[in-house]
């Protein structure tokens, strides 16, 4: 049970550090607010977490 939680917080702890970065790189970047952009955005977070369960659940099988 201290292993799942410790993980879903380090997923979390990782998305907050991902979004912050977007958040704040934005200005520098000048990301163009294009569709495939923002396709892109939604799709990248789900995206790693599902890789990251998907990692972690060949590890436990």
Do not use: C, E, Q
Request: hydrophobic letters at 55%; aromatic letters at 10%; proline letters at 5%.
């Amino acid at each position: 049970m201290i292993l799942t939680i410790k993980f879903i917080g380090k997923v979390l702890l990782l998305s907050t550090v991902l979004a912050l970065g977007i958040h704040y790189s934005d200005p520098i970047l000048k990301i163009a607010p294009t569709i495939g952009n923002a396709a892109l955005g939604v799709a990248a977070l789900p995206v790693m977490v599902g890789l990251a369960l998907w990692w972690r659940y060949g590890n436990y099988n």
